[in-house]
């Protein structure tokens, strides 16, 4: 009786084991069944609430080109209301990712998106497990680089909204504005890619761990694994069709967009995929370009473009590919109503296990529209360029008549009124040759003062002819570039400088050295002219001169926002200093 007793006690405490296994199991299983479910859960409402915030940001894009091509006010409106789930997105993520969240807050911010409530509930889920699942940590971070972007295009918009009302914008700065929001709104898309590669991948990592250890469960609960296995079953099947509906959703935005995606079987040339959206694009059907492979698109290039495109595609099937691979490519191609029109391609390799290229993936659009306006543009610069050239060609003529009446009537003068019609001559000469250097450059904007200073001086020097073999000119000349306000005025200052040391500093000597330096210091210029002549006169003070040329120094350098300095020891020296920016 002892033994069945002590039978007894140790088959309890067996059963008792066993339950106890078998509780902690089902303990585990449940508690594992929640949190795969509920995290499954959470990446396919993830992928719901992406489409809304992707379908957001098209819209707003689009908005604000029209804004910038229109210049309607409305459709500023409509862009900053578009916008708006973006911000209220922003304001969840900040919350959910900060230390103290405040789920309130973040519930109030998805619900901008018109969301169904239980899937508000499971978009608050998923960052209390950041750390421990990295898929949903890159998809945060992910998240927070596309409002980085965001902020980007607000950036544009009031840059752009500040051309129009300031009646700035032109058709250059239309350009600048256009290719700034492709910029952003192709960083945008890039992103909202990848948002949705990691929340699949994350969904399927995690299904497929949470299958593996519901096998494991399934084998030490023989009698509950079978109900529960099916139960788990028939819930993941539910939420893969869910996240199959949700990607079949993300697929058709894409397919009703005005690009047309694809991929590239590198091995056969054959298209594996490619939008509905060609039809409109290329005219042709998707059943025509499948056919066809991708030698339809190369037979149907333009002939100036069709050797470029092969060789790139070549280079995608060799070796050191990433060296080669270009991501975004233009060319032209024959529609199908015959007529030509240019097409953007942005593409990327996809590689398999070992490296190896084994398709294209990209997004065509027909920018044709866009170059015809670029090539509008660049039509209107050159005609401006030209009418710009005439303009400064005609000004340096007119002075040089100018300057040419001025020297013959010096020729008939003498004394005061001689040195009067000199130095009216030589000021006019400065400006003159301001408008030949704009000229000759290819910008119209700057003049290389290098260049500039070397020919002024040696123009100066020839008016001095008695002076000219005797004096030696030194120059240290940096090639800086001046704008026309600041390059007139400082070709005054040089020429007053040098005419002065000329006829005073050397009017009774034997010869000298006269030094000219010209040079940059970050963000000021420096002009120092210094000669060892006869010196300044006794009880020379800046400050109460009267003469002409010191007045239009001073008054000129005022003009470029600098300072003035004179020094006499054993040379005499002006100095001007004056900020370039």
């Known amino acids: 009786m002892a033994d069945g007793k002590k039978e007894r006690v140790r088959g309890g405490r067996s059963i008792f084991t066993v339950t106890l296994v078998l509780v902690v199991i089902t303990l585990f299983w449940i508690a594992a069944t929640h949190f795969g479910l509920s995290v499954l859960s959470a990446f396919r409402a993830y992928t719901v609430a992406e489409s809304r915030w992707t379908n957001a940001q098209k819209q707003a894009v689009g908005h604000l080109l029209r804004y910038i091509v229109e210049q309607q006010p409305e459709s500023y409106a409509r862009?900053?209301?578009?916008?708006?789930?973006?911000?209220?997105?922003?304001?969840?993520?900040?919350?959910?990712?900060?230390?103290?969240p405040d789920r309130d807050l973040a519930r109030r911010?998805?619900?901008?998106?018109?969301?169904?409530?239980?899937?508000?509930?499971?978009?608050?889920?998923?960052?209390?497990?950041?750390?421990?699942?990295?898929?949903?940590?890159?998809?945060?971070?992910?998240?927070?680089?596309?409002?980085?972007?965001?902020?980007?295009?607000?950036?544009?918009?009031?840059?752009?909204?500040?051309?129009?009302?300031?009646?700035?914008?032109?058709?250059?700065?239309?350009?600048?504005?256009?290719?700034?929001?492709?910029?952003?709104?192709?960083?945008?898309?890039?992103?909202?890619?990848?948002?949705?590669?990691?929340?699949?991948?994350?969904?399927?990592?995690?299904?497929?761990?949470?299958?593996?250890l519901l096998v494991a469960a399934g084998a030490g609960l023989i009698v509950t694994g079978y109900a529960v296995t099916s139960f788990i079953f028939r819930k993941t099947t539910e939420l893969t069709r869910e996240i199959a509906a949700?990607?079949?959703?993300?697929?058709?935005?894409?397919?009703?967009?005005?690009?047309?995606?694809?991929?590239?079987?590198?091995?056969?040339?054959?298209?594996?995929?490619?939008?509905?959206?060609?039809?409109?694009?290329?005219?042709?059907?998707?059943?025509?370009?499948?056919?066809?492979?991708?030698?339809?698109?190369?037979?149907?290039?333009?002939?100036?473009?069709?050797?470029?495109?092969?060789?790139?595609?070549?280079?995608?099937?060799?070796?050191?590919?990433?060296?080669?691979?270009?991501?975004?490519?233009?060319?032209?191609?024959?529609?199908g109503w015959g007529e030509y029109i240019w097409i953007n391609n942005r593409r990327m390799l996809v590689q398999d296990t070992d490296g190896q290229p084994v398709a294209i993936v990209g997004a065509v659009r027909d920018i044709t529209a866009q170059k015809e306006h670029e090539a509008l543009i660049h039509k209107s610069l050159d005609e401006n360029r030209t009418l710009l050239a005439e303009i400064h060609h005609r000004?340096?003529?007119?002075?040089?008549?100018?300057?040419?009446?001025?020297?013959?009537?010096?020729?008939?003068?003498?004394g005061e009124s001689y040195d009067i019609l000199h130095d009216a001559e030589s000021r006019i000469s400065s400006i003159a040759m301001i408008h030949e250097k704009l000229y000759q450059s290819d910008s119209f904007a700057e003049v290389n003062m290098k260049e500039y200073i070397a020919e002024f001086v040696r123009g100066i020097a020839r008016a001095y002819a008695p002076l000219e073999a005797s004096v030696v000119i030194k120059q240290n000349v940096e090639a800086i570039h001046l704008d026309m306000t600041r390059a007139v005025p400082l070709g005054l200052i040089l020429n007053e400088l040098l005419n002065n040391a000329y006829k005073h500093g050397f009017a009774h000597a034997d010869g000298g050295e006269l030094t000219i330096n010209f040079e940059r210091h970050d963000d000021t210029v420096v002009l120092r002219v210094s000669d060892n002549g006869s010196g300044l006169p006794a009880g020379f003070n800046l400050d109460d001169t009267r003469t002409l040329g010191m007045t239009l120094v001073q008054t000129l350098t005022s003009q470029l926002r600098g300072t003035l300095e004179v020094t006499q020891n054993d040379l005499t020296t002006f100095q001007i200093e004056f900020p370039i920016v």
């Open 79 to 100: 862009f900053t209301e578009r916008l708006e789930l973006h911000a209220a997105f922003q304001t969840s993520r900040r919350t959910l990712l900060s230390d103290t």
């Open 109 to 212: 911010g998805f619900q901008t998106a018109d969301l169904h409530p239980k899937d508000i509930e499971l978009l608050l889920l998923p960052a209390r497990f950041r750390a421990i699942i990295p898929y949903i940590g890159r998809a945060f971070e992910i998240w927070r680089e596309g409002d980085d972007r965001i902020s980007d295009l607000r950036r544009v918009a009031q840059d752009a909204q500040s051309a129009v009302e300031d009646r700035r914008i032109d058709a250059e700065l239309t350009l600048e504005f256009l290719h700034r929001i492709e910029a952003v709104d192709q960083s945008l898309t890039d992103l909202q890619t990848s948002f949705n590669a990691t929340i699949t991948e994350g969904a399927q990592a995690i299904q497929t761990v949470f299958l593996r």
């Open 246 to 335: 949700s990607e079949s959703k993300f697929r058709r935005v894409l397919e009703h967009s005005r690009d047309v995606v694809y991929e590239l079987d590198l091995e056969s040339g054959a298209y594996d995929y490619m939008s509905p959206a060609v039809k409109s694009v290329l005219g042709y059907t998707l059943e025509e370009i499948q056919a066809g492979g991708l030698n339809f698109i190369i037979d149907r290039m333009h002939p100036e473009d069709r050797k470029r495109m092969e060789k790139e595609i070549l280079e995608a099937k060799g070796v050191d590919v990433e060296q080669h691979f270009t991501k975004e490519t233009e060319y032209r191609v024959r529609t």
């Open 395 to 414: 000004v340096k003529n007119n002075l040089a008549v100018v300057t040419s009446l001025l020297s013959l009537q010096k020729n008939k003068a003498t």
